[in-house]
T-cell receptor
Framework: AQSVTQLDSQVPVFEEAPVELRCNYSSSVSVYLFWYVQYPNQGLQLLLKYLSGSTLVKGINGFEAEFNKSQTSFHLRKPSVHISDTAEYFCAVSRNQGGKLIFGQGTELSVKP | DVKVTQSSRYLVKRTGEKVFLECVQDMDHENMFWYRQDPGLGLRLIYFSYDVKMKEKGDIPEGYSVSREKKERFSLILESASTNQTSMYLC?????????????FGDGTRLSIL
């Protein structure tokens, strides 16, 4: 069975510092991986996705993620965060049944001045 | 631009009431989804529809039903609301039945059952 684990429930960081949000998945088949962001009182927005090809994926707002098949990880990174990056971030993996996703538990990123 | 609209941002209902949550998408997407979001649990799939009048149970369907009479509209129904259904409900849609299709989300309905 497929599953997604986000290793940190909360990540506090100071403005302009780098950040990494960790995501591990388990799957016995090829996967498609996604990161979504949820700003306060809003729905989820797609940050980036890995489908195939280059293992380094660039997304919106300066975020990027690296797909590591041997470690079954898809960690999200940003070299310098802003206050406006404060949000909850969700990692997701596609299920074997078309169209459905499995979401991780979420990581709350809190950027402090 | 893609638009998924949920009819209410906040809703307060009483135990035992029948509750309807409405979702409309304007992208001609085949797939539509209902999730509930609870702290520390992420998003859990309640029901999924891949075409008009077609539906499939998700991971936590108990106490819920759905209706999809038109392609653009997907309704979640709480048959007899209970306090443990107090939660944030998110609707999403996606194009066709591809594994690589991202889902597009509405802003959510925060439902309180008293």
């Amino acid at each position: 069975a497929q599953s997604v684990t986000q290793l940190d429930s909360q990540v506090p960081v100071f403005e302009e510092a780098p950040v990494e949000l960790r995501c591990n998945y388990s799957s016995s088949v090829s996967v498609y991986l996604f990161w979504y962001v949820q700003y306060p009182n809003q729905g989820l927005q797609l940050l980036l996705k890995y489908l195939s090809g280059s293992t380094l994926v660039k997304g919106i707002n300066g975020f990027e993620a690296e797909f590591n098949k041997s470690q079954t990880s898809f960690h999200l990174r940003k070299p310098s965060v802003h206050i406006s990056d404060t949000a909850e971030y969700f990692c997701a993996v596609s299920r074997n049944q078309g169209g459905k996703l499995i979401f991780g538990q979420g990581t709350e990123l809190s950027v402090k001045p | 631009d893609v638009k998924v609209t949920q009819s209410s941002r906040y809703l307060v209902k009483r135990t035992g009431e029948k509750v309807f949550l409405e979702c409309v998408q304007d992208m001609d997407h085949e797939n539509m989804f209902w999730y509930r979001q609870d702290p520390g649990l992420g998003l859990r799939l309640i029901y999924f529809s891949y075409d008009v009048k077609m539906k499939e149970k998700g991971d936590i369907p108990e106490g819920y039903s759905v209706s999809r009479e038109k392609k653009e509209r997907f309704s979640l129904i709480l048959e007899s609301a209970s306090t443990n259904q107090t939660s944030m409900y998110l609707c999403a849609s996606s194009l066709v039945q591809g594994y690589d299709q991202p889902q597009h989300f509405g802003d959510g309905t925060r439902l309180s059952i008293l």
